[in-house]
């Protein structure tokens, strides 16, 4: 799992935030739990280049969901039916684990610290408000002076499939906020996601997203793209992933969530 957003510059209340947290919203299992997998691929993109930035493969089975991030090799696992997310950092071999209401909880937090800052951009990711407008080939832009994102979707047959995905989504922006101190707060994505979730069983296939840049004089805007490949079935060598996370779940040593997220934060100094 990676951050969609570049870092900014971290607040001292931020980073300690990072480190508490308890409880508000319950994450539900649909009745009729899909198998499917979703490649994902971040780019960061400057003028005509882009770069990748990271790559990520999402396993979806029986109402568990496994997050597998290719570097740094780390796997998350979602198991919303029990209230859980486990965090795996397999070059440690060790685990920690925090419950959904724990995580809804550290996002309003930071919502609430982030309103009293004196930025826009953080001003604006507080409390989003996009115009939405449909673009040719099926796309969909939702504008704002700071920050603009162009979505292109597709229609899954199954709501179960759209549903997942978008619990997926909006646990992984929190949870994404919390694993990499010094990014945006996550509601700008969430208010995203809660509008495509009114477009009948659609789910983002690409996403676009346009920072203004911090100096309207010498800045230049920061263009980050995903693309997501959605197969409604999972492969061999998927279940063997899925295994083989099962293992790491009982032989990984378990670290209080203070102690798991520390050395992410030291790596990023």
């Not at 919203?25 to 780019?43: C, D, G, L, Q």
Request: net charge neutral.
């Amino acid at each position: 799992m990676r951050s969609f957003f570049p870092r900014v510059e971290t607040k001292p209340w931020f980073t300690a935030l990072c480190l508490v947290a308890s409880a508000v919203i319950h994450f539900t299992t649909p009745a009729f739990a899909e198998e499917f997998r979703i490649e994902s691929k971040v780019f960061a993109i400057k003028g005509k280049e882009e770069s990748l930035t990271s790559e990520s493969l999402t396993l979806f089975d029986d109402g568990k969901i496994y997050d597998f991030l290719s570097s740094p090799h780390e796997i998350t696992l979602f198991d919303f039916s029990r209230d859980r997310i486990v965090l795996m950092d397999a070059s440690r071999k060790v685990r920690s684990e925090l419950s959904t209401d724990k995580l809804t909880t550290f996002a309003e937090q930071l919502r609430t610290r982030a309103i009293r800052q004196n930025d826009p951009l953080l001003q604006f990711c507080v409390d989003p408000k996009f115009e939405e407008s449909p673009l040719s080939g099926g796309r969909i832009k939702f504008a704002s002076p700071l920050m603009t994102y162009q979505i292109k979707t597709q229609k899954v047959e199954n709501p179960s499939v759209a549903h997942q995905y978008r619990q997926f989504s909006d646990c992984s922006a929190r949870l994404n906020t919390m694993l990499h101190p010094g990014g945006l707060p996550p509601f700008p994505r969430l208010a995203i996601n809660a509008a495509l979730a009114k477009q009948e069983g659609r789910v983002p296939e690409q996403v676009e997203v346009t920072l203004a840049p911090q100096n309207r004089l010498t800045g230049k805007p920061t263009v980050l793209r995903s693309e997501h490949t959605l197969v409604m079935k999972l492969m061999a060598s998927d279940r063997k992933k899925i295994d083989e996370a099962g293992d790491d779940l009982v032989t990984f040593r378990e670290v209080p969530l203070e102690d798991y997220l520390r050395p992410i934060e030291q790596a990023k100094r």
